[in-house]
């Protein structure tokens, strides 16, 4: 429950960053403009809002959990003071004179925008008058074109307003990514210092590759990154992987035509991971490594005297004896130890393991003020270029499944907060 309010929080923020500026840009081309804009609303607001705010006659009035206000609209009388309707029997609407409205009725003032926080957090809009998308007074509509509305303005008007939202998230993103490279730079763990290898997914091993393997280039063309690899063998194409095998074999994986697909259909997320050592940073009381007393930097190399030192293949092995006892080997100060444990029946020993990126060399580049303009500019054109690429995978039968809303957006995000990760995500999403 807490890693899905976690999640949940994160992208509500995120949209909320997101939605507010794209209706923002919107609303700055149609004030440059001379366009009134109607309303502008944080969330959605179906029959309430939570708060709303409209400037008359220079003073500002605020209302907390009112009803929304009416349309500017009823019904049209004939001769007779009788009700209009029309063929269909629903009632013909005319717009209300503002002169016969009171002076507190905030639909005698047009002219100022009603700015409000809505209760429903999936997004916001911005309401200007006589734009035909946006606009729910038919009345309006029907009426001739009135100087203040969008419909009025020439193209070369238009085009900025209905735009504007577009280009303000563009430029957001390419200032977040400099400001997330200001503040943290750039770290990564380059692939040649990948002492252990990678652990692969299942479609990954089925067409070629074994645990342990190291990635050396796709198509003779090193690859330096995680990000990179998956981008030349899933987006441009790459089928000739060349890995060290066993530390060496030299071996030339080919990957076929339909590759891409098949991780697709399989829903696979994370196709390769890097392999590290089974090393105790903390043992946790009342477990099971407590009661076999295990100690911080024990270094585990075998489950029931079979060989495995790696994370990924420990965690198969305990998964596999879950709910039994085991015989746990491991290395400490040198020394080879032996101890029987009786694992959970989830297959957990109790401990945290020290952090994978202890054990290799990271690159890191540090990026000063101005540096991170254009270094945040070339990322951000580089992140929609990559993800305008993968349009390709989208359009195929295996791609179309894996299409989502708002459940698969909030997957993105992780399930503690951080906010490096949060920001760049937020960068993303303002770009697609």
């Known amino acids: 429950m807490e890693t899905f309010l976690i999640k949940t929080l994160q992208l509500i923020l995120s949209l909320s960053i997101l939605v507010f500026l794209h209706e923002f840009g919107h609303f700055f081309f149609a004030k440059l403009f001379k366009v009134r804009v109607e309303k502008f609303y944080m969330f959605f607001n179906p029959k309430i809002s939570i708060v709303r705010a409209k400037k008359i006659n220079g003073k500002w009035s605020v209302k907390f959990f009112a009803p929304n206000v009416p349309p500017s609209e009823r019904q049209a009388m004939n001769s007779q003071g009788v009700g209009m309707v029309d063929a269909k029997g629903k009632p013909i609407m005319e717009p209300i004179p503002l002169d016969e409205l009171p002076d507190d009725d905030w ?28 606009s729910m007074d038919k ?96 987006i441009d194409g790459g089928r000739e992987v060349q890995v060290l095998r066993d530390d060496s074999l030299l071996v030339n994986v080919a990957l076929p035509e339909d590759f891409a697909q098949q991780i697709l259909a399989s829903g696979e997320s994370g196709l390769i991971a890097i392999r590290f050592p089974f090393v105790v940073e903390e043992v946790q009381v009342g477990t099971p490594a407590y009661s076999a007393q295990l100690q911080k930097n024990d270094s585990i190399v075998a489950i029931n005297e079979k060989s495995c030192s790696m994370y990924q293949d420990i965690a198969a092995a305990l998964d596999e004896h879950a709910g039994n006892e085991i015989l746990v080997s491991f290395y400490r100060k040198g020394e080879l130890h032996h101890v029987p444990m009786s694992l959970t029946e989830s297959g957990k020993m109790g401990v945290i393991l020290r952090p994978l990126y202890t054990f290799f060399e990271t690159k890191r ?16 054109w ?38 490096q990760i949060f920001w760049n995500m937020t960068a993303f999403l303002s770009l697609i």
Not at 143 to 158: F, G, L
């Open 107 to 134: 639909r005698k003032h047009p002219e100022s925008t009603e700015w409000g926080i809505g209760w429903l957090p999936l997004g916001g809009y911005c309401k200007i008058a006589g734009m035909i998308d946006e």
């Open 382 to 419: 580089n992140t929609l270029v990559s993800y305008v690429k993968q349009f390709k995978l989208v359009f195929t039968k295996e791609g179309s499944k894996q299409l989502g809303g708002f459940g698969s957006i909030g997957k993105l995000f992780p399930a503690v907060w951080d906010w």
């Open 365 to 380: 580049i540090e990026y000063g003020l101005l540096e991170s303009v254009p270094a945040g500019i070339s990322l951000g």
């Open 139 to 234: 009345t309006q509509m029907a009426a001739p074109p009135q100087p203040w509305e969008y419909r009025a303005q020439s193209v070369w008007k238009r085009l900025p307003i209905i735009t504007g939202g577009v280009f303000v998230n563009f430029i957001l993103a390419m200032v977040i990514y400099a400001a997330v490279l200001f503040t943290w730079g750039k770290e990564y763990l380059p692939f040649e210092n990948a002492h252990y290898g990678f652990q692969f997914s299942p479609t990954m091993i089925k067409n070629g590759f074994q645990h342990g393997d190291k990635i050396l280039s796709v198509d003779n063309q090193a690859v330096e990154q995680q990000s990179d690899f998956i981008e030349k063998i899933l």
